[in-house]
């Protein structure tokens, strides 16, 4: 029904200040607002489910461990072990195995690429840098425990075919060398460290080449350190106590690079990358924070040049692990304490076997009270 005004019909849609093709108009961007609405829903939902199927699936392969702890038995008197060395009894104290700790052996090899050749054990290059990551998925503490390149241990050699000829005791980083450069040579490595640590159990390995450091590195906006020590970068001369944030190279330059002249070159190197990545950590928690898909992200974007037994659903298990408990991405940095001597050609690490008998006790065992 119109109405008439001074003459003029009016249509009802007009007394409400809308024509007949402006309200369908309205209804219909109504109908997309909607269609986009439950679209982003159902988008949130999906990667609600895909989370959480990745933090169960990752949850459930971390739990699922095997090999726990067979041998931490030292040769004095002091020392006795029970129940698979689950219990631990030490000048006169008693250490439970804490099996909320999820270990990571983190290898550095100086190979600028990875070549898997079944033919070329031991030319694959060296583990240059060697640290052992643990968290405690309960607490979400980590602690990264630096292990000299040079520490002398048990290493089983290889023949060029790949057949297994004996065990010598010589530097560590050859562990590496005498594997394909990738899961094999990951494999010795980690069977050298756990013999070292007495048995203890590692479940988790990623070797890293050099290219991913740069690449890593710029996908944080790059890291700031003060140089603890005079080096020469691609911007020039950086001096000791000057604060720098590396970009690219210059940040492999920084965590890679030594003096071969000294006995002890790999000692200031390894307190450049403990310092390194501690600051890298604790940038990468911040942007974790902000964003929980970052550790995939980065993952992923490095992943060619990995060889890792990590998942995204692992990785994805351990982020979550680590920020529900509110950690401020302050790592617990310890280094394998010994004395750098002079080998029959190359340095030697002598490892002080009670000092790290003693932190092995401190970091993966609780002391019963």
């Known amino acids: 029904m119109s109405e008439q005004n001074n003459g003029k019909t009016i249509a009802p849609a007009e007394k409400n200040g809308l024509l007949p093709h402006q309200k369908k108009s ?67 104290e ?18 600028e690429t990875m070549i898997e050749d079944p033919d070329s054990f031991g030319t694959n290059g060296q ?22 390149r040079d520490s002398m241990a048990d290493v089983d050699v290889y023949s060029l075919n790949g057949s297994f000829v004996r065990t010598d005791n010589k530097q560590i980083c050859l562990a590496f060398a005498y594997g394909d450069g990738k899961k094999t040579s990951c494999d010795n490595v980690v069977k050298s460290v756990s013999r ?8 988790h390995y990623l070797s890293m080449d050099l290219q991913p450091i740069g690449i890593l590195n710029d996908a944080i906006g790059g890291v700031t350190v003060t140089a603890l ?28 690079s030594r003096n071969t002249k000294l006995l002890d070159s790999n000692i200031p190197r390894m307190k450049r990358q403990q310092q390194y990545l501690t600051a890298f950590a604790k940038k990468t928690l911040n942007m974790t924070k902000r964003d929980i898909t970052t550790p995939v992200k980065l993952f992923n974007k ?55 008998y003693e932190m092995i006790l401190d970091v993966f065992y609780n002391k019963v009270t």
């Open 26 to 92: 309205k209804r219909k961007a109504w109908r997309v607002l909607r269609v986009v609405l439950f679209v982003m829903l159902g988008v949130a939902i999906i990667m609600g489910a895909v989370y959480f199927v990745l933090y169960q699936t990752g949850k459930g392969k971390m739990e699922n461990k095997t090999g726990m702890l067979t041998t931490l038995a030292n040769d004095t008197d002091e020392t006795a072990q029970e129940d698979d060395g689950r219990t631990i009894m030490y000048k006169g």
């Open 94 to 111: 008693a250490y439970l195995l804490n099996e909320n700790i999820v270990t990571i052996l983190c290898i550095g090899s100086d190979n």
């Open 127 to 148: 583990a240059d840098a060697i640290f052992l990551q643990t968290i405690d998925v309960k607490t979400g503490k980590a602690v990264v425990i630096g292990i000299s």
């Open 196 to 203: 070292l640590f007495y048995g203890m159990p590692i479940e």
């Open 229 to 256: 020590e005079d080096m020469k970068l691609s911007v020039g001369l950086v001096k000791k106590g000057e604060t720098i944030t590396l970009k690219g190279e210059d940040a492999r330059r920084y965590v890679q």
């Open 302 to 356: 490095t992943s060619q040049y990995l060889t890792t037994n990590l998942d995204t659903s692992k990785i994805t298990y351990l982020t979550t692990s680590v920020l529900k408990n509110n950690y401020n991405g302050d790592i617990d940095f310890r280094m394998v304490q010994g004395k750098v001597v002079q080998g029959a050609k190359y340095a030697e690490f002598i490892v002080d076997d009670i000092a790290l």
